[in-house]
């Protein structure tokens, strides 16, 4: 980039401004100009710093002036003593940074209540702000209620000590300061516990990460907040200056001062950047937004590179102001709180000492001197059970260490040991591996690690950030061995616990992703990486070749559970081909479980995990019998039959009207229903009139999902008819099975969860039952248009692919549809089958984020499969239809 401007100044001041100029049409005139003005400066590299003081002081001297206008003096008379009056700037304007839609925020402050008089004219200025569209944040408070409201609360403690005059009585101003800043007000130690807890609830906040994909840039761990929290800290303590008053007290060395300054106009360019292109005040980087503030900030490239150069450069300067950010609340809490430790620093052995339950060196260079001793510090933690972190000093000679850095440290033969040796802890993922991310020693050992560091996901599927991702991967496998863990995952934390090298999982997942942002297969990518540090690291064959395997195919149990049909016997088998061993299948679910989990926050639910337990179990019962024993279809069916028989015999009903009922029922329906949905069917249809239409919602969850059953007569744009009805109700289909007997009536099952991921609510069931019927009575088919999609989604390019897959059935056709996801897609969908005079049989429906992927079973009228020519005819229409409204 170009070098910044450093010397510029606005040409026109508010204090020139004339009475007859003080209206809403020219101020408003002048503000715009003013920002005009500042947005090509921005583009023609101007110092940020100049720009953001530059801002604020075009608005001081407007408030100057405006304060002047209408006539506001320094002193008002009062029967008892003239009342000083103030006009004040706190909080971001009282530090003198203004970004073009960052709140002002003023107060006006004096001895005693003002008079009407003094009231109506400061009522005039505000009302004069707001009619200028200025986002002013403005209290009118006496000397006593403002300290009084100060030592109530935080928020206004915070603001006031970053006050400074506008226009009107000094002496007032300082007054208040000065009983800011004494004992009685929010003294440093509590104000230091205060803060922390603010940080601390605010970090849960955004997951504690600072590698959200849309991240705040103001609250977002590592954001401009954790900056502040650093200064206010300081200056409630030191006073002055915040800078010059850490370097005084050898807080922060010249490299690391420079560093703060560095970080900050960084993510005052990027908010600057934010706030002039988009219209109303917010600090989130949203996806739809990146590309605009990427541009604006000089990043180049194709699609979506400026993005990603932009983002990577965000998460580096995240990680150091979060390392700032924590050196210095460590060492504030040893000079704040005055704390004298109960014992001294004490030995570990010649390297390491605690201190007060952190690690630290005892040796400044030893680092330096030998990287290796990195590794060891952190397996020194895990050897010992009281350390809960690194002390200040440790985590600056580490940041010093790391930068100086010539080769990886896995290239050590000694490091590759004391690596392994952490990996085989039971403790490593949350003692070791987390803070080793953390302190970027993670990119200093793993081959090709820098490479996923920051880096971004374009989907609403993925809330982080490549190796945040990963690191939540890890933090779900150790979850697993924890109480909540078992309470959340209970079959896959009986498997975890049992297998024999939980290692091999740390390692795999570390991996399964590293392979991103490459050109190719990123499973098959991350295999031949893993391959070549499973060698280095000298694991046996048996090892390694189970880690290449899970890599390669850590996606296989996932979309297999989701996007395929677990009631075809054929799928089962096709799954089972490629797993091979129990052993690789327990190793996969553990790591499925995990990768899922560690996705999104909300991507997890109890639909989900029913689909893995039902693929997990349904494969180790094909081990124990035997590939070979699979099942057919027929016999499955049989099986299902005679079960559903037996049960509703024992319930007293007739054999004979059972038999009756089911004579009409093909194959397939008693194939692809269980025994349990048969004998519900049959309780609900046997006393029902067969010629008419019933819909039944199963009030006990299937699988996790509320199971909505629909009987009846089977017509064209069926399917399309209830997938329409569902989504007016906001309900997302998950699954769908459809069944025509043979006088032509359908037995459909959708499995449906609410946008939450939980069952539908009971007191809902009857509305939608309702709303069900009355469309499946309409006589003429109302067709459906797909909306355009949410706003939100309209930042993203999905193109529309229509897949045909390989045939696990070869009388049926397997069709997969990816597409941007809208409203009414399904319906629409449904609709162009009924067109082509289609049937659908079955449809897995999956929503990833923006996008949704789909899988329809399908044949023509005849109950075969799809020929090419209407394949090739079915793709066109959905296409065609999806892209004209995307």
């Not at 205060?194 to 977002?220: G, M």
Request: proline share 4%; with cysteine.
């Amino acid at each position: 980039m170009a070098m910044t401007k450093t010397h510029v100044y606005y040409p026109i001041s508010p204090l020139d401004f004339s009475d007859d100029q003080i209206n809403v049409s020219y101020l408003k005139q002048q503000l715009d100009e003013f920002q005009q003005w500042s947005m090509a400066q921005f583009k023609q590299q101007t110092d940020i710093d100049i720009l953001v003081h530059l801002r604020s002081q075009f608005i001081d001297r407007l408030l100057q002036r405006l304060w002047y206008f209408y006539q506001i003096p320094k002193h008002v008379s009062s029967f008892f003593k003239r009342n000083r009056i103030a006009l004040v700037a706190v909080g971001g304007y009282g530090r003198a940074e203004l970004h073009p839609l960052s709140d002002i925020d003023i107060l006006i402050l004096s001895d005693y209540p003002l008079t009407k008089e003094i009231e109506k004219q400061i009522g005039d200025l505000v009302r004069l702000l707001w009619d200028l569209h200025l986002d002013i944040g403005h209290s009118v408070r006496t000397l006593r209620i403002c300290l009084q409201e100060a030592k109530n609360d935080i928020t206004i403690m915070t603001n006031l000590i970053e006050s400074r005059l506008i226009s009107g009585n000094q002496l007032l101003l300082d007054e208040l300061r000065k009983q800011i800043f004494s004992k009685k007000i929010w003294p440093s130690r509590a104000f230091y516990k205060a803060k922390i807890k603010e940080q601390q609830d605010r970090h849960q906040q955004y997951h504690s990460t600072s590698y959200n994909l849309e991240p705040d840039l103001k609250n977002s761990p590592g954001g401009l907040r954790d900056m502040q929290i650093i200064q206010w800290i300081a200056i409630r303590h030191f006073g002055g200056e915040f800078l010059q008053k850490m370097a005084d007290f050898n807080y922060l060395t010249p490299e690391d001062i420079e560093d703060f300054k560095t970080c900050r106009k960084f993510l005052w360019r990027m908010r600057f950047a934010l706030h002039c292109v988009i219209a109303r005040y917010d600090n989130r980087l949203l996806f739809d937004r990146q590309l605009s503030i990427a541009n604006m900030l000089g990043y180049k490239g194709e699609g979506n590179t400026p993005v990603e150069k932009m983002m990577h450069d965000y998460y580096r300067v995240a990680h150091n102001i979060t390392e700032l950010n924590q050196m210095l609340l460590q060492l504030f809490y040893e000079s704040i709180l005055e704390h004298t430790p109960k014992n001294k620093p004490y030995d570990i052995d010649e390297y390491f000492q605690i201190r007060e339950s952190l690690i630290d060196i005892k040796d400044d260079n030893l680092f330096k001197k030998d990287p290796v001793m990195i590794m060891q510090l952190f397996y020194t933690i895990l050897l010992n059970p009281q350390i809960t972190g690194l002390y200040s000093n440790t985590i600056r000679q580490l940041r010093s260490a790391r930068r100086k850095l010539k080769a990886l440290l896995c290239e050590d033969p000694k490091s590759r040991q004391i690596f392994m040796r952490i990996i085989k802890h039971p403790d490593a993922i949350k003692k070791a591996i987390l803070p080793m991310h953390q302190y970027g020693i993670l990119a200093a050992y793993i081959p090709d690690w820098k490479h996923i560091a920051g880096m971004m996901q374009f989907d609403l599927f993925h809330a982080y950030t490549v190796d945040e991702h990963t690191i939540r991967l890890l933090i779900e496998l150790d979850n697993l061995k924890t109480d909540s863990g078992k309470q959340k995952h209970p079959n896959s934390s009986t498997v975890f616990a049992k297998l024999s090298k939980p290692e091999l999982l740390i390692i795999t997942g570390l991996f399964h992703d590293i392979g991103k942002g490459r050109h190719g297969d990123h499973s098959e990518i991350g295999a031949q990486l893993v391959e070549k540090f499973c060698q280095l690291h000298q694991l046996d064959a048996k090892d390694t070749d189970l880690i290449i395997w899970l890599v390669r195919y850590h996606l296989l149990m996932s979309v297999t559970a989701q996007s395929r049909d677990l009631q075809d016997p054929a799928v089962i088998r096709e799954f089972i081909q490629q797993v091979k061993s129990k052993r690789r299948l327990q190793y996969l679910l553990c790591l499925t479980i995990a990768d899922v989990c560690a996705t999104n926050e909300t991507l997890w639910n109890s639909w989900k995990q029913s689909l893995m337990r039902e693929l997990y179990f349904t494969a180790m019962r094909s081990f124990d019998s035997g590939i070979h024993q699979i099942p057919e279809q027929r016999s499955i069916a049989r099986q299902h039959k005679q079960e559903a028989l037996a049960t509703l015999l024992k319930q007293n009903y007739d054999e004979w009207q059972i038999k009756n009922l089911w004579q009409d029922c093909r194959v397939d329906y008693f194939l692809r229903y269980t025994t349990e949905q048969i004998v519900i069917h049959a309780q609900n249809l046997l006393h029902h009139d067969l010629t008419q239409t019933l819909v039944l919602i199963n009030p006990n969850p299937y699988h996790g999902g509320s199971e909505i059953f629909i009987y009846s007569p089977d017509r064209p744009y069926l399917f399309a008819t209830v997938c329409n009805t569902l989504s007016m109700h906001n309900l997302t289909i998950h699954d769908a099975l459809i069944i025509t007997n043979k006088k032509g009536f359908a037995l459909d099952t959708f499995i449906v969860l609410e946008p939450n991921g939980q069952t539908v609510q009971e007191d809902r069931h009857q509305g939608i039952i309702k709303a069900l019927e009355k469309a499946l009575h309409h006589p003429v088919y109302q067709g459906v248009t797909i909306k355009p999609p949410k706003k939100r989604l309209q930042s993203f390019s999905v193109p529309t692919q229509v897949n045909f897959l390989s045939a696990f059935n070869e009388r049926q056709t397997y069709m997969e549809l990816i597409a941007l996801d809208m409203p009414g897609l399904l319906a629409c969908v449904g609709e162009i089958f009924a067109n082509l005079d289609l049937s659908l049989r079955s449809a897995k429906i999956a929503t990833i984020g923006e996008h949704i992927e789909d899988l329809f079973i399908l044949t023509d009228k005849y109950n075969n499969a799809l020929d090419d020519t209407t394949c090739n005819q079915l793709r066109e229409f959905i296409v065609t239809t999806i892209d004209s409204m995307n």
